[in-house]
């Protein structure tokens, strides 16, 4: 034989079964100034008025259990996502504008969280942020150069020609 639950499952006034005793009992309970009340033991066959349901003949019974829910036609089944993509009507202009807009920011957050990462060279910019040497001027060109890889080399050739001519 199985042993009853250590967590019984109460009824509507609270009733529980005792996993000890295997008696019916109202199990303790913490009143809201800390104090304990104790169990009760519920006589045999005793059934509290909460606990009492409602009476239902046979038929009555048998009717609710093939009850359908309200608005449910007998063979209808619901349409698939798949069926409801096939058949939506196209998007108009302002949708279309929409979904552009927010590929439009999307990508823009994209590109500033791409520009907020940690350099991979910090031997050359030491006392400036990721942000000003993304943005570097040339002397010869009063254009900000972007972060491409083959304008940056430049830029960086350019200062080094420029520290050379320096006299100390």
């Keep these: 034989m199985s042993r009853p639950p250590l967590n019984p499952e109460k009824t509507t006034a609270g009733i ?9 009992v109202v199990p303790e309970s913490r009143r809201p100034d800390g104090s304990v009340r104790k169990s009760l033991k519920i006589r045999p066959g005793f059934t509290p008025q909460e606990d009492v349901k409602r009476f239902r003949g046979t038929k009555q019974a048998q009717m609710d259990a093939n009850h ?3 608005g449910h036609i007998i063979g209808w089944t619901p349409p698939t996502i798949a069926d409801a993509l096939i058949t939506s009507k196209p998007m108009s202009k302002g949708a279309k504008k929409n979904a552009k807009r927010k590929e439009k920011k999307d990508k823009e957050r994209v590109k500033s969280v791409s520009k907020d990462e940690v350099p991979d060279n910090w031997e050359d910019d030491e006392d400036t942020p990721p942000a000003a040497a993304d943005t570097t001027t040339n002397q010869e060109d009063s254009k900000t150069t972007p972060s491409g890889s083959k304008q940056s080399d430049k830029v960086a050739d350019d200062l080094v020609k ?5 006299k100390v």
Aim: aromatic fraction near 0%.
């Design 68 to 70: 359908l829910p309200k």
């Design 16 to 24: 529980a079964l005792d996993p000890v005793t295997l008696e019916r």
């Design 162 to 166: 420029n520290l050379d001519k320096l």
